[in-house]
């Protein structure tokens, strides 16, 4: 949805002509599928996040990424991963693609980021590995998750689709010690290719791995065929891969925006920063302020309605969509959609904080390209129903 129709969109992507003339050179090159944009995509971003012994591999999905690394560590049939049922179900899906179990866990009242609690009393001789979610933004908390692992023998695959750019202490999410952490960059993601995604790690076989099977388990990038000077025809299929590559189009338009990554992040934060301070008279419960203001990537402003309230949460996304206000809801927990419910007998009690915040929440539009006039209208019509003189 565009912005020209009076209504406030939920998200819309922040393109600049930056980024459309990088795609109209991507495409004046001949290099439409993976090339030299998306190596130096690869390379840049993980500089962005500190560089070192960092290794980006580019895909198309941040689901192909976190498919490619659950994969390469050898998770299969008979193990078991950790997953927050406060997700997009494709962080529990990728696990049923190797033939592993997910086990739901519950969330915390403050972040709904993975109850590191809870999940101890779902451990069991199966538990191979965890994936957390970076919620919104927020950071689970590196220290905390590396411990955890470690003292239970766990592989790390941070899932941070919302979680960039975000520092966790002195270090960018996607610069610790996990087995591998993945970005994506989906349409409405803090940076946009359309379609894409980053998988980052400080393991070469895993990065060594994530390569071949991006690409049909062909043993020889597409780029290094078609761009030697050497004869490149002769390949070797070594594993029966996948079709995840990212392309040099959408990779082009990904530099753009990685060059632009902290200043969008700043207009986030003045927009939630208004809202904390506008709405705080309201009955909503508000996300909790992070102490470091470059300790959250804003990429969601969620809300709960309080039991005060003179509305509930779905009378209260009809009345703010009359008055030209997009919203959503991140998430409904795996836990109440009917595959992950009937497939693994989940009940709603055995996730009491995050069934109780389902019945709450509202996303409210927060975008780096929101105008000043876009936010008066949101907070003029949470005021407007929410407020001492609603209607």
Request: charged letters at 25%.
């Amino acid at each position: 949805m565009t912005a020209g129709d009076g209504r406030v969109p939920f998200a819309i992507p922040d393109i600049t002509e930056a980024e459309i003339e990088a795609v109209a050179q991507a495409m004046r090159s001949g290099w439409l599928t993976t090339g030299p944009n998306a190596a130096a995509f690869e390379r840049e971003f993980v500089e962005y996040l500190g560089g070192g012994d960092l290794i980006g591999v580019a895909v198309n999905s941040a689901t192909a990424g976190l498919h490619l690394a659950i994969e390469a560590l050898g998770i299969g049939p008979g193990d078991e991963v950790l997953v927050p049922t406060w997700t997009f179900t494709a962080t529990a899906e990728i696990v049923r693609y190797v033939g592993a179990t997910p086990v739901i866990v519950d969330v915390r009242t403050e972040t709904l980021n993975i109850d590191l609690e809870h999940a101890e009393h779902l451990l069991t001789p199966r538990t191979k590995a965890m994936i957390p979610v970076h919620f919104a933004g927020v950071p689970v908390g590196a220290s905390a998750v590396r411990e955890f692992a470690a003292r239970h023998n766990l592989a790390v695959v941070e899932d941070a689709a919302h979680a960039f750019p975000v520092r966790d202490g002195d270090r960018f999410v996607g610069n610790g010690d996990s087995d591998a952490v993945v970005f994506s960059f989906y349409a409405t993601k803090t940076i946009a290719t359309g379609e894409g995604g980053m998988l980052v790690t400080r393991d070469p076989d895993l990065a060594r791995r994530a390569r071949t099977m991006r690409l049909h388990g062909i043993s020889r990038d597409v780029f290094d065929r078609y761009s030697s000077r050497k004869p490149s025809w002769e390949y070797e299929v070594v594993a029966p891969g996948f079709k995840y590559n990212l392309t040099d189009v959408a990779a082009a338009m990904g530099r753009v925006q990685l060059r632009r990554a902290e200043e969008m992040r700043r207009n986030r934060m003045a927009i939630a920063e208004r809202y904390r301070a506008e709405l705080a008279d309201l009955p909503l419960r508000l996300p909790a302020p992070t102490p470091d203001p470059a300790g959250h990537a804003h990429h969601l402003f969620v809300v709960q309605v309080e039991d005060d309230a003179p509305i509930g949460r779905n009378r209260l996304i009809e009345e703010l969509s009359t008055r030209g206000v997009s919203t959503s809801v991140h998430f409904i927990p795996l836990h109440l959609h009917p595959y992950w419910r009937e497939t693994f007998d989940l009940k709603p009690e055995s996730f009491p904080v995050a069934t109780d915040a389902y019945a709450r929440t509202v996303s409210l539009p927060i975008f780096s390209s929101m105008t000043t006039a876009q936010v008066d209208q949101v907070v003029e019509a949470l005021q407007e129903v929410l407020g001492p003189h609603a209607v």
